[in-house]
């Protein structure tokens, strides 16, 4: 990646998992299997996520066989469309379906404001969000925008809204940073991260103790490009555009298809 290219990421910005009582409810009523005991985002994330003293939540997995109603709140009719058209390519994967419309119940509400960064809420915590307010935002997309830059960034987005994390924090990951660099350049424009955002969406790893991961995998589109500017020894890791091998399968475990007879 050429230096001048270094100013040019944009990535998204992980909301941490909700894990109050009210948001862990949520989840198990959506999907019993996310109550499994042992395996929880307190695991995950350690001491990042506020936790109730209960947390018992594995997961926020919705359930296996759901058609996601998807609402856009505001911006362009032309991104819009060009989202919806991306994000269906989930329902390739896994036994999930996303029907975008104007339903004021609809479970993922999309607001576009540029400049506000691109997120998304993970899996069932988009339960817990007023049904007025968004629980994604795409920051940066316009009608005009690459339609390399839509794959990466709506699948990405989806993804966290299907309930999967980053995978540059995965336990194995082990890229050699270069932490002074890394804070430098997320802590100026146009991130303008403070040093806790970086800890959190950089550094910050999931514990080791999750059983659960599948191995780390560079080519995941949940993680992060790593430019050789921001490690140590040459080390980089380029732009994934679309899910991988490994993304393919884990959500295929994720909402599996029904078993059909014999
Ligand atoms: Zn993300």
Not at 109 to 134: E, F, V
Not at 163 to 192: F, K, L, S, T
Not at 223 to 241: C, D, M, S
Request: proline share 6%.
């Amino acid at each position: 990646m050429a230096e001048n290219n270094l100013e040019e990421i944009k990535i998204c910005i992980q909301i941490l998992p909700d894990m109050s009582e009210e948001a862990q409810r949520k989840a198990i009523e959506e999907n019993p299997q996310n109550a499994k005991s042992g395996l929880n985002f307190i695991e995950k994330f350690g001491d990042t996520v506020e936790s109730s003293r209960m947390a018992l939540i594995a997961d926020k997995k919705w359930k296996p066989g759901r058609t996601l109603r998807v609402r856009f709140l505001d911006g362009d009719p032309v991104v819009h469309q060009k989202i919806a058209q991306v994000a269906q390519q989930w329902s390739q994967f896994g036994n999930i379906k996303f029907q975008f419309g104007n339903d004021p119940d609809a479970e993922i509400r999309i607001s576009c404001k540029l400049g506000a960064g691109s997120w998304s809420y993970i899996g069932t915590d988009a339960l817990n969000i007023p049904k007025n307010q968004p629980t994604m935002n795409y920051g940066w997309l316009k009608p005009d925008s690459d339609n390399k830059e839509y794959l990466r960034v709506v699948m990405h987005e989806f993804g966290h809204a299907l309930g999967c994390i980053h995978e540059h924090q995965h336990p194995q990951a082990g890229i050699p940073w270069n932490r002074d660099a890394v804070y430098r350049y997320y802590m100026g424009a146009p991130n303008n991260w403070n040093k806790q955002d970086v800890d959190n969406n950089i550094f910050q790893l999931y514990s080791k103790n999750i059983t659960q991961f599948s191995h780390y995998d560079p080519q995941s589109i949940m993680h992060y490009a790593v430019p050789k500017q921001l490690t140590t020894g040459g080390f980089e890791i380029g732009w994934n555009n679309y899910p991988s091998a490994t993304d393919k399968q884990f959500i295929a475990q994720m909402y599996p298809l029904p078993k059909t007879g014999g």
